[in-house]
């Protein structure tokens, strides 16, 4: 692809003009396709000179850490660290009910988090030619992205606080703020992906659907306990691995499984069993500002649904959600 082999060589040149012969570069990765593509784009750039940081929030999908670690550090030869800071997360989420609250908690403990491996990175690139201060923060964020947050954030109305856009960096480093490196900003995630290919990311991840950085906690509505963590982690496992079986992933853009905060009377044998209710979310869109629901197949929808109820224990009931975007939206917090 020429236009973007073109793209990643100026791209090359402005980062390294940017950024200087000394001092350490850090970004947030999260294994999703923007964030793997632009440390990709790091490493091509700057080398081991970028430190990618990937923060286990504890409200990751099943086995993600795990996957990124080994995509990352051990294929694309990214310099990676995994900070597992599920416990601290898992306890200040607790009793947590308000999606906005939920958000501001995540993003306020990722700045913390990131602000600790910062130092830490600063530190150990002390004996090294390239020593130097982390000035430097990368994010992956695209055009849409840029877009949502500015039509979002009226004065007086903010939808949601997507907390990788703008804030977070800005606030990092005891308020001195890192300086932003954002090299998808103008593209959109098509482009995003054909970069991917261009830099010899997989196909898999290169077609992965979006996850938002407060992970599972804005798609378990009201208390996040770790009880309900694995539940709706369990769910979405089902899940996508149905709709990857089928051979139905790539139609979708964007698919699921939320877990509500009532629970739905079913029946075990003769007996009365109150359990859980999984809300499943599939939806199809160019450019997530609008989407509207995935046409499942029936058949599908209910194999689905059964085993579901069959494997996760607790959950006596699936409803899938059939809402647009607009009025809905994708995530439901
Ligand atoms: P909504 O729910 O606003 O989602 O229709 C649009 C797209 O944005 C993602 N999203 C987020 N991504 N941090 C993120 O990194 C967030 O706080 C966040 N909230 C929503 C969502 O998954 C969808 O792709």
New binding site residues.
Partial sequence: NWKMSKFIDQEITRIRKLVGDKGQVIGAV?GGVDSTVAARLMKEAIGDRFHAVLVDQGVMRLNEAKQVKETLGEHLGINLTVVDASERFLAGLKDVVDPEKK?KFI?NTFIDVFEEEALKIEKAAENTPTAGKVEWFLQGTLYP?VI?SIS?KGPSST??????VGGLPARMMNGQGLKLIEPLRELFKDEVRALGRELGINEELVMR??????GIA?RILGDVTPERVEIARKADYIFISMIKEAGIYNNI??AYAALDTNRAIGVMGDKRQEGYIIILRAVVTTD??T?EAYKFDMDLLMAISRRIVNEVDGVSCVTYNTTS?PP?????Q
């Fill in positions: 999260s958000r993003g992205d949502e979002f939808i949601k606080t997507h907390h990788n659907h979006p996850f938002p950085g407060p804005i853009s964007q997530f500002m989407a975007k809905a939206t994708i995530e439901m």
